[in-house]
Protein backbone atom coordinates (compact mmCIF):
# COMPACT_ATOMS: atom_id res chain seq x y z
CA UNK A 1 0.00 0.00 0.00
CA UNK A 2 0.89 3.84 -0.32
CA UNK A 3 1.63 5.75 2.10
CA UNK A 4 -1.82 8.72 3.06
CA UNK A 5 -2.15 11.41 4.59
CA UNK A 6 -3.19 11.61 7.96
CA UNK A 7 -5.99 14.05 9.48
CA UNK A 8 -6.61 14.69 12.62
CA UNK A 9 -10.47 15.69 13.91
CA UNK A 10 -10.78 16.92 17.48
CA UNK A 11 -8.09 14.27 19.20
CA UNK A 12 -8.89 11.24 16.47
CA UNK A 13 -6.40 10.28 13.85
CA UNK A 14 -8.14 9.55 9.97
CA UNK A 15 -6.75 7.85 6.83
CA UNK A 16 -7.20 9.85 3.75
CA UNK A 17 -7.50 6.88 0.53
CA UNK A 18 -8.77 7.23 -2.58
CA UNK A 19 -12.37 5.75 -3.48
CA UNK A 20 -11.59 3.19 -5.46
CA UNK A 21 -9.14 1.57 -2.58
CA UNK A 22 -11.57 2.03 0.18
CA UNK A 23 -14.10 -0.02 -2.39
CA UNK A 24 -11.28 -2.84 -2.97
CA UNK A 25 -10.56 -2.99 0.75
CA UNK A 26 -14.69 -3.11 1.46
CA UNK A 27 -15.18 -5.82 -1.31
CA UNK A 28 -11.97 -7.67 0.38
CA UNK A 29 -14.03 -7.83 4.25
CA UNK A 30 -17.40 -8.64 2.87
CA UNK A 31 -15.06 -11.69 1.03
CA UNK A 32 -13.94 -12.50 3.79
CA UNK A 33 -17.01 -12.10 6.51
CA UNK A 34 -18.22 -14.52 3.43
CA UNK A 35 -16.01 -17.01 3.71
CA UNK A 36 -16.27 -17.06 7.51
CA UNK A 37 -19.31 -17.42 7.36
CA UNK A 38 -19.36 -20.24 4.72
CA UNK A 39 -16.88 -22.34 7.18
CA UNK A 40 -19.28 -21.85 9.62
CA UNK A 41 -22.02 -23.31 8.06
CA UNK A 42 -19.81 -26.17 6.89
CA UNK A 43 -18.71 -26.95 10.41
CA UNK A 44 -22.35 -26.72 11.36
CA UNK A 45 -23.49 -28.79 8.87
CA UNK A 46 -20.25 -31.59 9.36
CA UNK A 47 -21.23 -31.70 13.39
CA UNK A 48 -24.97 -32.84 12.27
CA UNK A 49 -23.77 -35.65 9.92
CA UNK A 50 -21.66 -36.65 12.58
CA UNK A 51 -24.23 -36.83 14.88
CA UNK A 52 -26.62 -38.31 12.54
CA UNK A 53 -23.53 -41.02 11.98
CA UNK A 54 -23.37 -42.05 15.60
CA UNK A 55 -27.05 -42.76 15.59
CA UNK A 56 -27.32 -39.94 17.97
CA UNK A 57 -29.52 -37.96 16.09
CA UNK A 58 -33.55 -37.51 16.49
CA UNK A 59 -36.18 -35.20 15.25
CA UNK A 60 -39.11 -34.81 16.81
CA UNK A 61 -42.43 -32.77 16.81
CA UNK A 62 -43.02 -30.04 18.63
CA UNK A 63 -46.05 -31.74 20.09
CA UNK A 64 -43.59 -34.47 21.45
CA UNK A 65 -41.13 -32.17 22.52
CA UNK A 66 -44.02 -30.17 24.70
CA UNK A 67 -44.79 -33.50 26.68
CA UNK A 68 -41.07 -33.57 27.83
CA UNK A 69 -40.71 -30.36 28.62
CA UNK A 70 -44.79 -31.12 30.75
CA UNK A 71 -42.57 -33.84 32.47
CA UNK A 72 -43.25 -36.67 30.51
CA UNK A 73 -40.90 -39.37 30.63
CA UNK A 74 -38.45 -38.43 27.86
CA UNK A 75 -37.62 -42.19 27.40
CA UNK A 76 -41.21 -42.81 26.60
CA UNK A 77 -41.93 -40.16 24.16
CA UNK A 78 -38.67 -40.87 22.37
CA UNK A 79 -39.94 -44.74 22.67
CA UNK A 80 -42.91 -44.20 21.51
CA UNK A 81 -41.32 -42.00 18.60
CA UNK A 82 -39.56 -44.50 17.20
CA UNK A 83 -42.86 -46.91 17.30
CA UNK A 84 -41.11 -49.60 19.78
CA UNK A 85 -42.76 -50.78 22.48
CA UNK A 86 -41.16 -51.32 26.51
CA UNK A 87 -40.01 -54.94 25.21
CA UNK A 88 -38.56 -53.82 22.14
CA UNK A 89 -36.35 -51.57 23.45
CA UNK A 90 -35.70 -54.05 26.32
CA UNK A 91 -34.39 -56.48 23.99
CA UNK A 92 -32.94 -53.63 21.77
CA UNK A 93 -30.66 -51.95 25.15
CA UNK A 94 -30.34 -54.77 27.24
CA UNK A 95 -31.99 -52.93 29.87
CA UNK A 96 -35.32 -55.37 32.08
CA UNK A 97 -38.30 -54.48 30.84
CA UNK A 98 -39.63 -53.82 34.33
CA UNK A 99 -36.86 -51.17 34.76
CA UNK A 100 -38.01 -49.11 31.68
CA UNK A 101 -41.38 -49.23 33.10
CA UNK A 102 -40.65 -47.94 36.52
CA UNK A 103 -37.89 -45.05 34.72
CA UNK A 104 -41.14 -44.52 32.63
CA UNK A 105 -43.49 -43.84 35.07
CA UNK A 106 -41.20 -42.08 37.29
CA UNK A 107 -40.71 -44.56 39.94
CA UNK A 108 -36.66 -44.98 38.96
CA UNK A 109 -34.36 -42.02 37.55
CA UNK A 110 -31.83 -44.86 36.06
CA UNK A 111 -28.61 -45.03 36.36
CA UNK A 112 -26.21 -43.42 33.91
CA UNK A 113 -25.04 -46.81 32.13
CA UNK A 114 -28.68 -47.70 31.92
CA UNK A 115 -29.90 -44.25 30.45
CA UNK A 116 -26.75 -44.71 27.82
CA UNK A 117 -27.47 -47.94 26.83
CA UNK A 118 -31.27 -46.55 26.73
CA UNK A 119 -29.78 -43.36 24.23
CA UNK A 120 -28.39 -45.94 22.34
CA UNK A 121 -31.26 -47.98 21.22
CA UNK A 122 -33.56 -45.34 21.19
CA UNK A 123 -30.62 -43.40 18.73
CA UNK A 124 -30.82 -40.18 20.51
CA UNK A 125 -28.63 -37.98 22.81
CA UNK A 126 -28.02 -39.02 26.37
CA UNK A 127 -29.30 -35.67 27.80
CA UNK A 128 -32.45 -36.12 25.60
CA UNK A 129 -33.38 -39.30 28.15
CA UNK A 130 -31.80 -38.33 30.97
CA UNK A 131 -34.09 -35.40 30.56
CA UNK A 132 -31.56 -32.64 30.52
Not at 43 to 65: D, F, P, Q, S
Not at 66 to 82: C, M
Not at 95 to 101: F, G, Q, T
Amino acid sequence: MTDHPLINIKDETFVLVPLAEYEALSRYAEAVEEAAEEAWAAKVWAEHLATKARGEYIAMTKAEWARIRAGESPVRVVREHRGLTQKALSERSGVAAPEISAIEAGKRRGSVDTLKALARALGCPLDVVAGE
